[in-house]
Structure formats: structure tokens, C-alpha cells
């Protein structure tokens, strides 16, 4: 007598068994089978393993230009109360030679845009190595007349990836008598082209070049309103309809201070941090609700000129700050800091931003247009 055992899984038990793999062992699985392929490349399928897979990596920026990579998840919990060290991995893309990188504008969904030292501005995924180079805007202004800072993030209305640009003319250099005017431009991966807005009401200038920070499907930006005596205002430029909001300042923020800050997202909340003016940092537990701000104190801690990046996921109220030179990570609840040693290679760095570990295709946006 003989038996036979088939080696078919039902189609939900092989997804579900996909879903839980690490992005690499996915990338590699594409060439199992057609079936494979096209389950892995799904839109809906990336969506649902980005949510499921949370890998969250800190992204530095070497003083040799290179790209390198740190896993958050390698930091141990606070029980464990001394300094941590962790190994940085190289970040290296296909090209035909290499490219000397200066500053992480943003990240959304595992893509990150990054720029070169002769601005050149790149979408790229971290985990797959894919690459594409931004071209320039024919709408941008004269690089040597004029300032220019952007933001990066995910639409979900249309599944595109938008890189959004504020340019202005320099004071001091006045070819142009619109040179108060700040312009905005969108490029679209989708659709591989730029597109010309109506020109932002806000004064951008007051935010020292600082990319924008993607939440809730809006770029933000502290700005002023040069119509209401340059008050402080954040501002939140809808990827979706492509307008202007303003977020309500958290109450006990004065206007003339809130321009010493800076915006950035801690536990994909908005937050806002006085890095000049004491370390406090609010976060907006509900999005768009001003009464929803609420007050992490970090008193009796020198932190400047460092900031908050991201959480240690798993952890009690530990925190991940980094800047030039430095990454440590702060107890809220203990109001203690342990310091991070990088090895792995890499020695003068800053610390550029962060990114989750995704199969998010960057050929499958442009493919779809």
C-alpha cells in the first residue's frame, strides 16, 4: 500500500505564513513561483505585512558620505541600565558610482528620500535597494538665488508617493520683486513629473530649511503668518488635496517661543520639541485636536542639542534621540539616558531619520501609472 502527501498549502494559510516572514526572505521568495510573485507583490499584501512586520532602523549619515543602518529593536529594554552598543550595517544601492550622501529629507512606508552633496535627490528603499533619482522641478527657482526645503510622504487616496518642495528667493541676493513669495511644487512617483501649486500664505523661512514631517497623510512645518504679526503656526500641507491647514500650538507654548522648536513624530504622533528653550516635548495624542497635546517633561537631563526620533518598541517609555554625533536613549518615567555606541565602520556621523523594513516597491508605483 502506498500514500501521497501533497505539499499544497490552502492559498490564506501560504499569505498568512508570508506575512510574518522579514522583507528579505520575501524578496527572495519572489522567485519561487508566478503564484509567489504576484501574492508578494500585491499592493494590498505590502500593506498588510508593513503593519505587520515593525521594524523600525535609524538611518546615519557618515562624514564620508555614506549611508549607514541601525536596528532599534537591538536596544535592550531600560532594565538593563547601562549604555548599549550596537553594530551599523552600510547602506550601499546599485549604481554606477557611488553616491556621496548629505541629508535624509524623510521616509513614509519603508521609501526614503534622500539627498547627495550636489542636491540631487533620490527615492530610494533601504531594505530592497532600489533607487530612483528625483529630476529636477522646472519650476524651481536658481540655486544660488533662492532657499529650498521639502517633505516626503505616502497619498493613500491615489497609492502615490509625493515629494513636495518650498522654495524662496534669497533677501540678499533680490533678482525677483516676488521675493517674499513661497513657492510650492509637487512631484509625483506615480506619475514621474512635477506639478506647480499656488504659492504658500506662510512664512517657511522661520523653519531654517528643516524638511517637513509626514503624519497622518499631511506634511507639516512650523511657520509664521505674516499677516497676523509673524505669529508661530504649524501648518499641515494635505497630500490628498494638496492644501494648507493650520494645527492649533499647544497652549502653554508661547508664539514668540514656539519658532525655537522643532516638529517630529514620536510613535507616529505629531510632536513638537523646545530644543532651545528646555526639553519638553508635546505630543498631539489625537491628530488635528488641540486640547489633545500633552507634556513629556525631561527635567534635570541635558539633551541639546539632540532630538527625539522614535521609541524603542517593546520598552517602557524609552525614547531614541539623536543629532551630530550622538545617539542615546531616554526613560521618560526613570528620567534617565543611556549613551549608544555605534560600531560596525562608521565614526563622524549625524543622525538622518529613521525608516521601517518594507517590501514596498518603488517599480511597482511607477509600473501602475
Known amino acids: 500500500m502506498s500514500t501521497s502527501t501533497s505539499t499544497n498549502l490552502p492559498p490564506e494559510i501560504t499569505e498568512t505564513i508570508l506575512r510574518h516572514l522579514p522583507p528579505k526572505s520575501l524578496g527572495q521568495f519572489k522567485s519561487v513561483s508566478k503564484t509567489w510573485h504576484s501574492l508578494i507583490s500585491n499592493p494590498q499584501f505590502i500593506k498588510t505585512h508593513l503593519h505587520q512586520i515593525n521594524t523600525t532602523k535609524l538611518i546615519l549619515v ?4 555614506s549611508l549607514y543602518s541601525l536596528n532599534t529593536n537591538d536596544i535592550p529594554p531600560y532594565l538593563n541600565n547601562n549604555d548599549v552598543s550596537i553594530t551599523a550595517k552600510e547602506l550601499t544601492f546599485p549604481s554606477h558610482q557611488p553616491i556621496r550622501w548629505e541629508e535624509i529629507i ?17 527615492i530610494t528603499n533601504p531594505t530592497t535597494r532600489e533607487i530612483v ?5 522646472p519650476f524651481a527657482l536658481p540655486d544660488r538665488e533662492s532657499f529650498v526645503m521639502y517633505g516626503f510622504g505616502y ?26 513669495d513661497m513657492f510650492v511644487n509637487v512631484f509625483s512617483l506615480r506619475n514621474n513629473s512635477w506639478n506647480k501649486l499656488k504659492n504658500s500664505p506662510y512664512d517657511h523661512a522661520v523653519g531654517h530649511l528643516i524638511s517637513g514631517v509626514f503624519v497622518n497623510q499631511s506634511v507639516h512645518w512650523l511657520t509664521s503668518t505674516p499677516n497676523n504679526n509673524y505669529s508661530s503656526v504649524i501648518v499641515a500641507f494635505s497630500l490628498e488635496d494638496e ?28 510632536g513638537l520639541f523646545g530644543r532651545h528653550v528646555g526639553n519638553d516635548l508635546w505630543v498631539m495624542e489625537e491628530y488635528g485636536v488641540g486640547e489633545s497635546w500633552r507634556r513629556v ?20 517609555g524609552d525614547i531614541v534621540f539623536g543629532d551630530e554625533d550622538e545617539v542615546f536613549v531616554y526613560n521618560v518615567d526613570e528620567k534617565r539616558r543611556r549613551n549608544v555606541r555605534i560600531e560596525g565602520g562608521v565614526s563622524g556621523f ?7 523594513e518594507s517590501i514596498e516597491s518603488i517599480k511597482r508605483i511607477i509600473r501602475a501609472f
Do not use: Q
Open 297 to 316: 517633561c525631561m527635567d534635570g537631563v541635558e539633551i541639546d542639542p539632540a532630538k527625539p526620533v522614535c521609541l524603542v518598541e517593546g520598552s517602557d
Open 155 to 180: 497619498d493613500l487616496s491615489s497609492d502615490d508617493y509625493k515629494v513636495i518642495s518650498i522654495s524662496f528667493w534669497d533677501t540678499d541676493n533680490e533678482h525677483n520683486p516676488d521675493c517674499t
Open 133 to 137: 533619482n528625483v529630476p529636477r522641478s
Open 62 to 65: 557618515s562624514d564620508t558620505k
Open 106 to 122: 524623510g521616509s513614509s512606508n519603508g521609501l526614503v528620500l534622500a539627498k547627495d552633496e550636489i542636491d540631487s535627490i533620490y
Open 350 to 356: 549625524g543622525v538622518g531619520g529613521v525608516y521601517v
Open 243 to 270: 492644501e494648507f491647514n493650520e494645527i492649533e500650538l499647544p497652549g502653554l507654548v508661547a508664539n514668540d517661543k514656539a519658532v525655537f522648536s522643532e516638529l517630529v513624530v514620536v510613535g507616529g504622533k505629531l
